[in-house]
């Protein structure tokens, strides 16, 4: 039941529901005051021409009459408005009936006999009121009511009219204003949905900006933001991995394709063979680096952190690296003091690494490379400075992006994935550390690695 | 013909020289931007091939200064594959673009096209009397035997074909068959047509003394 459902729908029912419950209680009320109003005025009346005929039967000395003696000015009170006819009924104490005034409509019942004070009673289109005397006789005196009821009926069928008609108007304002609060909804949800179709630059353009839903666009419209920035970002690293992969998968090709164009000297053969097997490692090399990276995306849980001695990982570092720098006549000055850390050894030992490893990269032939660790007020810093040729400012920001590199160029020498600082940064921020760096052109960078002892 | 190899990747500069060299091409290799873009220059190649991503001078840039002296055919390889680089590569004057990993073959095919069109020629097979040269298979009929070529040979021919109607000079032909680790002496030009005259007839190829070889 779609139907049921629908919030607008049940707005509307609820709505309705209150809407005809309020209305309908002033009415029955307004009408039930106008007509005790009525009535009480016409009782009024009565009792006073009860007081008048009783007064005018009393006996003085002899026992009572049977019929009023008045004069015709009194008798004119019940014969002389027209419009107003009002009539008297007497029955003796032997339940004969009296006096009968001329405007009484024939067959009055006698009312049982109630002592005590006038009592009222409506009959049809008559109000009466009857009193049973001190000498045992019984007055009665009425009058056709039949204007008052169809006052009370044009009053009863106004208030009903005018009622349904606010009630309608009611429900069509009701109606209009929960559409009105409920388009947004609709807005959010066919954007949602042009969202869930593939296309991630839609956003929700909110009507009125401070109400309950344009809070909710503006918030939806910053996650929409966030999830379209997540989604390139993995599109362009997809993009990259593929593209580093590009290039060993296309030396394997070629080598194995122009290998087996003919019968070779076995030489040659091997050769091929070496240079795949270059191209393989370095194929695992970047995929054993993706994986570390998914898996620190991931966010799996991390092993029990142990405490590290960040000096001691750094001169680790340094000692495999010793080869690479000497490779690149590059020098290596250590100086250390014994600063702690909780982390894990190896993923620390791994950052240290690479960034040493990027600092001998893009030094200079002949440069410098200081690795510093020494003990913070409230943790450990490593300091790794080369003597290369600066980063740019404009690609500062930049350098712990995964593939990034600073020159458009490729790098000479070693082969660089591009994710090395990368993985640093992703394994200093797992520990609660921070990276960052500073460069001054053609002087060097130095970058500061912090982690808190807590 | 010689084609110039610009490529900073050893293991796929050494096999794609290999293989061009097997193919009967002339290659001459530069592993940085700095150094094709020189060589380039300096030479008359008949193909160029150009990675995007080189030390020193990238691919586009090495592109764009060729072209302010040297309409050389350029066939780019890269590693990208938007398309973006597509349109950039194309834009700036690359005549083919090659995403990698490629095929040799592939390789092949497009640099023969490019070295095709750039002769002004848009045919694949040429008829010169009764002798049909197919540059797609390399394959030559003389009356409709196939003749047997080495791949020197044949590229001197194909050469000779491509600038059909004009005289090609020696030191032309030298240039665009030897590349640059080659030490054959110039003579050895000789040998090669006369062995090609031998096997398709020796009206074939006129000597134009004092100025080169010419097929009409």
Known sequence: MKFFHSIRWRLQLWHGLLLALVLSGFGFTAWRLQRENQMGRVDHELEQRMGLVEGSMRPRDAPGPDAPRWSSREQNLFDGMPGQAFYFVVWLRDGRQGAVSAAAPSGVPQPERIPGPPVFRSRGAFRECFHDTPEGSCVLVGRDIGDELAGLRRTAWLLAGSGGAVFLLGLTGGWWIAARALRPIAEISATATKISDGDLAQRIRPDDSESELGQLARDLNNTFARLQAAFARQAQFTADASHELRTPVAVVLAQTQSALARERPAAEYRESLAACGRAAQRMRGLIESLLMLARFDSDETPEAPERCDLSRIAEESVALLKPLADENNVRLDVETTPAHCWGNAGQLAQAAGNIVGNAIHYNRPGGTVRVMVHPEADGAVLIVADTGQGINTEDLPHIFERFYRAEKSRPEGREHSGLGLAIAKAIIEKHGGTIDVTSESGVGTTFRVRFSAG | ?216
């Open chain 2, 1 to 216: 013909m010689r084609i110039l190899l610009i490529e900073d990747e050893a293991d796929l500069l050494v096999s794609l020289t290999r293989a061009l060299r097997e193919e009967g091409y002339a290659a001459d290799t530069a592993t940085d931007g700095e150094e094709g873009l020189y060589k380039a220059t300096e030479v008359s190649y008949d193909a160029i091939v150009l990675d995007v991503m080189l030390p020193r001078l990238d691919g586009w840039e090495v592109l764009e200064r060729l072209r302010e002296s040297r309409r050389t055919p350029v066939l780019m390889l890269t590693a990208r594959d938007a398309a973006r680089d597509r349109v950039r590569g194309l834009d700036a004057g690359a005549d083919d673009y090659l995403v990698k990993p490629f095929d040799l073959e592939e390789l092949f095919a497009r640099l023969r096209a490019i070295i095709r069109r750039a002769a002004g020629q848009t045919m694949n097979t040429f008829e010169i009397g009764g002798v049909v040269v197919d540059t797609a298979s390399r394959k030559v009929t003389r009356s409709g035997n196939p003749v047997a070529l080495t791949a020197r040979e044949y590229c001197l021919l194909e050469f000779l074909v491509l600038h059909r109607g004009e005289t090609v000079t020696r030191t032309a032909l030298y240039e665009h068959l030897f590349d640059e680790d080659d030490d054959s002496l110039s003579n050895l030009l000789d040998v090669h047509v006369s062995n090609l005259r031998k096997k398709l007839g020796h009206e074939l190829i006129e000597t134009r003394r004092g100025h080169g070889y010419c097929i009409e």
